[in-house]
């Protein structure tokens, strides 16, 4: 009878230490970890200026009044969308000109050349130097990676100049295009040309006395 009772003992106190067991186990607290490792790659603003339509070779000689097909446009081949400009710096000289129907005009300080720019550009600066105009347009439209903008013009007008006083000199018409991003730079503005005018004063401001400044 006394052996009996010791065996019971025994079992209930196993019974307790299993309980005991199973309530250290749940006691600690839930935790799991992770991580967000996020990368961003910086874009890029780049452009290539165009001429498809120029054909150097057959533009060595020009006589007054001839019209030359001169087509410059810009390429986006960047990765970031931009808004893009067109500065075209038209040569002055002080010469005589004669009218449609060939009658001599006074001479005078006066551009060289003429063109007609599209649609899709706007004029946003326009300064005289000694010796030459420069003009400046902003497309009005952003131009997305990959995309083309129109011509600013599909040619330019020699003018009609007496001949003997330019002769056998070199003329040029230089063309440079600018891009910024268009992502904060354009300002409060409403409308696709009034922030591409105001980026063009961003422009302007961080390209001072750099490789891509405006033409001054």
Known sequence: MKKSVRNKSKAIFLTGALCLAVL?????YLTDYDKADNQFTVGK???ELEEPGWKQE??????????IEKDPQIQNTGVNDAF???EVTVPMADVMAADEEGNRLNKKMQELFTFTA?????LIDKKKKETAAVYV???????KPEQTTEPLFDMVKFLNIIEGQLDTQQISIPVRAYAIQS???GGDKDSIPEQAKEAYKKYVNQNKEQEGQVTT
Request: negative net charge; proline residues 3%.
């Open 24 to 28: 250290g186990g749940v006691s600690a």
């Open 45 to 47: 603003v780049e452009i």
């Open 58 to 67: 057959e533009h060595t000689k020009i006589e007054p009044g001839k019209e």
């Open 84 to 86: 893009v400009y067109m």
């Open 118 to 122: 599209k649609e899709n550009w706007s």
């Open 137 to 143: 347009y902003a497309y009005d439209k952003i131009l």
């Open 183 to 185: 992502s904060y730079t």
